[in-house]
């Protein structure tokens, strides 16, 4: 597609449960960057890919956290045992490489609810 | 992030007047973004500063970047309705990995 992707738009789920936020790149970048964006942190880095590669894994909060990139294209970021404190807007950027300094483009997010 | 200082915080001007913000570092920059946000969108790529002293325009936008003091600073001349938004800053201190974002600035044109 023209631009980042992201899946889906919005959505509530109970907390205990599992929740997979899907991000779709655009084609040809390399580099996929997880953010989260809430009212109380603002806008904070989770991970990103190089390729498959996640070299940072440094801003996920806790083990509840995880993502995966395959095929060097779509990634999945999966949050085991939601949590009320999850709740926020996740945001999926991708870039031409990850070294150098390349324009990140940005997704529309996912607003996550947590009830 | 506090790494990443904007000011002020919000910002209501009358359409038509010039308006700036400020963003601060307290670690070295290798490069710093500015990026809009409208609600409930994703972030729209303004314009990207590296070198100290560089400047850098698009429309009615300039962004300018001050190695020396870690700082940048946005420039919007005529504000129209369409400038407003949120801003957000972003620093990036490792060559092309995550950014670090400010606060955000909150701006509002009244018509």
């Known amino acids: 597609g023209a631009g980042v992707s992201q899946s889906p738009s919005n959505k509530v789920t109970e907390k205990g449960k599992d929740v997979e936020l899907r991000c779709d790149p655009i084609s040809g970048h390399t580099a996929l960057y997880w953010y989260r964006q809430s009212l109380g942190q603002g806008l904070e880095f989770l991970i990103y890919?190089?390729?498959?590669?996640?070299?940072?894994k440094s801003g996920l909060p806790s083990d509840r956290f995880s993502a995966e990139r395959t095929g060097g294209s779509v990634s999945t970021l999966t949050i085991q045992r939601t949590q009320q404190e999850d709740s926020a807007v996740y945001l999926c950027?991708?870039?031409?490489?990850?070294?150098?300094?390349?324009?990140?483009?940005f997704g529309p997010g996912t607003r996550l609810t947590v009830l | 992030s506090q790494e990443l200082e904007q000011s002020p915080q919000s910002l209501i001007v009358q359409e038509g007047k010039n308006l700036t913000i400020n963003c601060t570092s307290s670690?070295?920059?290798?490069?710093l973004y500015w990026y809009k946000q409208k609600y409930g969108e994703g972030l729209i790529f303004l314009m990207m500063l590296q070198k100290g002293g560089e400047e850098k325009s698009h429309e009615k936008i300039t962004a300018k970047l001050d190695e020396k003091k870690q700082q940048s600073s946005l420039h919007i001349t005529a504000s129209q309705p369409s400038h407003a938004g949120i801003y957000l800053c972003?620093?990036?201190?490792?060559?092309?990995?995550?950014?670090?974002f400010g606060g955000g600035t909150r701006v509002l044109v009244k018509p």
């Open positions: 670690k070295t920059l290798y490069g």
């Open positions: 890919f190089q390729g498959n590669s996640a070299p940072d």
């Open positions: 972003g620093a990036d201190r490792a060559a092309g990995n995550k950014l670090t």
């Open positions: 950027a991708s870039s031409l490489r990850a070294s150098g300094l390349n324009e990140q483009f």
